[in-house]
Structure formats: C-alpha cells, structure tokens
C-alpha cells in the first residue's frame, strides 16, 4: 500500500436523533413517479456543474423539522437536470427513511429504513425498491477493477447522541449474502462516513465528535479535529473535511501537504448567513451539497427547527478548494428538505469561472488582531441550556454590544459581535448571563484565531452577519 503510506505519513504530522415499511426481505411496488413541484431549468444547475447533475434526499411531509428522517412522514425525492421533470418523488408512500445514498454510476439509491432496521435499494426511476441487509448505511463504493458495487453498513448500534456504530460491514449490492467485516477498532458515527476512491481509507467520526480517517481493513485510526459531517474526496486527493460547532465553515485538511484551512458554506445565496447542515461531499471532488438556511429553531439548536425554507444547495469548490466559487439551488417547494446526496457525471467539463456569487454582505470572518473595549450588551437574548444544544456539551453565545470605549486596538464599527462560554461540560457556567444594558471590559480575538473552538457548539440568534466574529478570552473556563 505505498500510496497509502505516504498519506498516512503526512497525517501524523498533524497530531493536532410509524408508518411501517415494507417487511424484511420483500419487495415493496413502487407509486408512480410525481412531481413534487414546478421543474427548475437545468440549465440553471448545469451551468454550475458543467453537465449532468442528479440530487437525492428525504423529505419532511409532516412539521417540517424531521431533520434526521426519524419520524414516520419522510419520502424520498430526486432531482435529474437532464429530463425536465424538476423535483419528482422516488419513494413516494411515507415511512421513517433516512440517508440516500447514489450508487456511483448514479444510477441506483441506497437508504436506510429505520422502521425495520434495514439497507434498501431502488432504482433512480423509482422501480425495483427492495431490501439488501440490516443496519445502516454508511457508504457506497465501486471497485475501480471488477466495478462490482459495494455499500458499507453500519450495525451493533451503540445507544449514543448521535448514533455511532460498533461494526462496519461491507456488502456487494446485488449479492449481500456475503459481508466482508472492514471495521470495529472503534464505532462510527452513521451521519459521516466516505470511502476513497482506492477503498483503503474512509473518512468518519469514531465517534462523534472525533473527526479523522480510517485505514481499511481495520487499520489504524488518525485522528485530524473535532466537529460533525466530515467527509472524504472521492478521488485520490486525500483531501478531508470536518464541520464546525458554528454549522457555517468546513475545516479541509489536506493529507499529503499537511496543510489545513477553513472554508465559509453559509454564504450561500439565500443563505443570508444562517446556519446551513448535512454538508456531503459529492462523487466529484469540486462539488458538496448541503442544506439550509436554518432560521426556525429555538432555544439555542436552530438546526432542530428544520422549516420549510430548507432547501437543497450544491456548490463547486476552486481548483484548489479554499473556497467555494459557486451556487446552485436544486430545491424549490414548500416543505422541509434534509439530508442530501449528490451525483455529477464524472467526466463533465468543470466551468473554469464563477458562474453565481458566493454571497454579499456576509462578512469576512478574520480580524487584525486583538482589541480591549469597554462595551454594553445591546438586548436580552435567552440562554441556552445544556439540553438546549445536546449532544453537544460545551457551548458559547454570540452577542452584540454597543463599543462604548476603545482601550486598546483598533477597531473602526460601533458595534462588536462576540462569543462568550455559557455551557462547559454540560453545565451553565455562573458568569453566562448578560442581560441588556450590562457594561463589561472585554479582551477579544478573532474566533477563527482559536482553532480549538471548531468542534464546540456556537449558538448565535444575531443577523449582523456584516460585522466579523469575535472571541471573548477570558470567559475561557478550562
């Protein structure tokens, strides 16, 4: 494996949440395919893409806030840019389903059916919907030499927040009888997990919020950060990534050239600088898609609050991913849509500029350097609780304040937005509190000079998203 071991080598420099479904082992029949709403012009997609795109994802038919498709009102719905047909269901009747999956010709979706504990698979037109093994996939991978398709699966659910897996299965689709055991050094969370396109590495979180990558078969573990949803290029690029607690900006890191960087996701247009979820890396390494925006949700978890402004969104990286360069929308309805995969023809010629702005008037999220300002809190915001941001358990609050005084540094607005701790180790910290009108004297840094904070929870309810992120230091309990 000399490939694998360079990569591997590098690594190591970075120390650093019911209508029952059909019966196990039948084959259910299909409803007719309907559209689910007014066809969106391919070639509005296809000029981000640079040809054709298919989306798969679940959706809500209930309150709008299944986010996970744990409830029993989820239909599974695709997106072909090259028939016309605009959004169309591909599992029509109801049931608890969650994770589409695209097989990596595009051609076939794997799912989970978490009412019977089972992996299915159906056609992309909606036909042969039948049951392949228990448990819950993970991923799906193609043999670059035999091309026989594979999907990997989750099983020996641990009981954690959210679910991890003891065990990874693989199985060939169309002959599961057989499962070849890849992994159980440690579990894995059900929500990130990709394989390279080589199958030696798998990029997870084991468990959640430990972001890093695999080698397969049961190699060793390379822990790279902390976050959610990461995800693994499916070339041979190395390249990695792991969400942040703020849901706005994925960590990238970079295998070989042990190099890391941060890349906004929230800027989207009609994003507005909301939180965005379910980022997922596609079959093509320059495009991700993800969901959002999330403005409905209280308490501090505005992902929970789903909506049906939630909608689907893929966006094509530069050639050298630090940055995305532009947006597609492939949703438009009124309910809520979650947890997307994305399928592009492999050999489509990527468009070599920008076709849709990556979003005005979200600011830059660096500052120069630090400041100590004297500042009032502008209004009363709830405080969350522990429960509030489970599973998370370590948590900050972004506020506004009015600058009273500068008392060292520079900084030109007469308003800052900065975070403070609220929540460590599951606990409300004592100091958390700031109603309006309350005057401090605050040291802050740029939130993204403190790398360490990626991985915690950010809730923020502030829509000053033209001012820059800021860190209160001292409200540090560690």
Known sequence: MPTVVCRLASIAGLALTAACGPTAGDTSETAPIQPASAAIAPDGVAAVT??????????????????????????????????????????AAAGTFAKPLFTRNGDRVIYADRTNDAVRVVNFDGTDDRRVTTGFPLATWIDPESSVEWVYVGTAPQGTDPESYGQVHRHQIDQPDQPELVWDRRSVSGDSFQVSRDGRLAGALARWPEAGLLELPNGEWHPLGEGCWTSLAADDSGLFWYFDGQHRNLTIVDNDADDRWTVNINSAPGIDGFEVYHPRWSNHPRFLVMTGPYTEGGGGNKIRGGGQGVEIHVGRFSADHRRVEAWTRISTNDVADFYPDVWIAPDVAVPSSPTTAAGEGVADVTADAPILVAVRVTQS??????????PYRNGLLVLEYDVVEIIDGTYSEDTVLAAHWIIADGETLVAARRPAGTTLRLRLEPYTAHPELEGERLVMNSDRFDLPLLYDVASDPR
């Open 381 to 390: 915001v709830p405080l969350p609780s522990p429960a509030d941001i489970a």
């Open 50 to 91: 640079g040809g054709h795109t298919r989306a798969v994802w679940i959706q809500d038919q209930g309150d709008g806030t299944d986010i996970l498709g744990f409830g029993n009102q989820v239909t599974i719905v695709g997106f072909d840019s090259d028939d016309g047909q605009g959004e169309r269901a591909i599992v």
